[in-house]
T-cell receptor, first 116, second 111 residues
Framework: DAGVTQSPTHLIKTRGQHVTLRCSPISGHKSVSWYQQVLGQGPQFIFQYYEKEERGRGNFPDRFSARQFPNYSSELNVNALLLGDSALYLC???????????????FGPGTRLTVT | GENVEQHPSTLSVQEGDSAVIKCTYSDSASNYFPWYKQELGKGPQLIIDIRSNVGEKKDQRIAVTLNKTAKHFSLHITETQPEDSAVYFCAATSGNEKLTFGTGTRLTIIP
């Protein structure tokens, strides 16, 4: 079975530009989460979507937005890019509903975004 | 919010020896603790997890222990092999949508 897929693999943008990153979850998974991983640090939570609804948002500015489509794929959008947005953006999918007891999240390979 | 601390930041062990990585968490409501392995250029890979109703879990050479009273949990890798070299992350969640990660441990297995 295919794992979580993300596109593009790498991306170079200029400050002030906009970027869209895409994610396809594991077949049958309805929950998608986005994380930002700066070099040398652990992933930081950005958004979580389940059944096309936003279920959680991390401490990121409004320049970051996301959505989930009827086929459960997802997009992360970042406007007015800053140098500090350079990072690996990870998408994770989960087979289960968010709730007590936690749930497994499976990560994709990520999109490496470089802002110059 | 939850805060997860992870130690050590780097760890080198001889092939065949054991490696132990430790994490502490702050939110007593946290009840799910996964461990991820991240190789260079790849996304984190879930290798083992434990829930708060269990004190220990083992999967072949990998084991995780949880002490809810002390709010810490540990990853144990026995009979280490070169392919175990990677960055390992612990994480915690109270069962909502968000995983809070530790800062990572770079494990190097010396042949």
């Amino acid at each position: 079975d295919a794992g979580v897929t993300q596109s593009p693999t790498h991306l170079i943008k200029t400050r002030g530009q906009h970027v869209t990153l895409r994610c396809s979850p594991i077949s049958g998974h309805k929950s998608v989460s986005w994380y930002q991983q700066v070099l040398g640090q652990g992933p930081q939570f950005i958004f979580q979507y389940y059944e096309k609804e936003e279920r959680g948002r991390g401490n990121f500015p409004d320049r970051f937005s996301a959505r989930q489509f009827p086929n459960y794929s997802s997009e992360l959008n970042v406007n007015a890019l800053l140098l500090g947005d350079s990072a690996l953006y990870l998408c994770a999918s989960s087979p289960t509903l968010p709730g007590p007891g936690g749930y497994e999240q499976y990560f994709g390979p990520g999109t490496r975004l470089t802002v110059t | 919010g939850e805060n997860v601390e992870q130690h050590p930041s780097t760890l080198s062990v001889q092939e065949g020896d054991s490696a132990v990585i430790k994490c502490t968490y702050s939110d007593s409501a946290s009840n799910y603790f996964p461990w991820y392995k991240q190789e260079l250029g790849k996304g984190p890979q879930l290798i083992i997890d434990i829930r708060s109703n269990v004190g220990e879990k083992k999967d072949q050479r990998i084991a995780v222990t949880l002490n809810k009273t002390a709010k810490h949990f540990s990853l144990h890798i026995t009979e280490t092999q070169p392919e175990d070299s990677a960055v390992y992350f612990c994480a915690a969640t109270s069962g909502n949508e968000k995983l809070t990660f530790g800062t990572g441990t770079r494990l190097t297995i010396i042949p």
